[in-house]
Nanobody
Framework: QVQRVESGGGLVQAGGSLRLSCAAS????????MGWFRQAPGKEREFVAA????????SYADSVKGRFAISRDNAKNTVYLQMNSLKPEDTAVYYCAPVNWGTRTNREGAWGQGTQVTVSS
């Protein structure tokens, strides 16, 4: 399994920006596609974005396309999520995980502690 720790969340006003980081451990990190997911209060966890193992391909949920950008640095075993033009509906706990590209689901099933993002109106 790829152990990971999410960070970078916080409170921001609508229209603002945040950059999330996901520090992962394990020599196999660079072989996995990685994704970001989020869970808002009272809602199911949902897919946000994914990036292929070498960073050449990305995929986004329609709700964040054009506002969020996923990237990775395999030398640092880290995945990033740059979030711009934030909206109150982006408020959620954000998680990263290895991802099944075709199904946009968590490849490992387990979740980390996540990082809270709160967008005020």
């Amino acid at each position: 399994q790829v152990q990971r720790v999410e960070s970078g969340g916080g409170l921001v006003q609508a229209g603002g920006s945040l950059r999330l980081s996901c520090a992962a451990s394990g020599r196999t990190f660079s072989t996995y596609a990685m994704g970001w997911f989020r869970q808002a209060p009272g809602k199911e966890r949902e897919f946000v974005a994914a990036i292929s193992a070498n960073g050449s391909r990305t995929s986004y949920a329609d709700s964040v396309k054009g506002r969020f950008a996923i990237s990775r640095d395999n030398a640092k075993n880290t995945v990033y999520l740059q979030m711009n033009s934030l909206k109150p509906e982006d408020t959620a706990v954000y998680y990263c995980a290895p991802v099944n590209w075709g199904t946009r689901t968590n490849r490992e099933g387990a979740w980390g502690q996540g990082t809270q993002v709160t967008v005020s109106s």
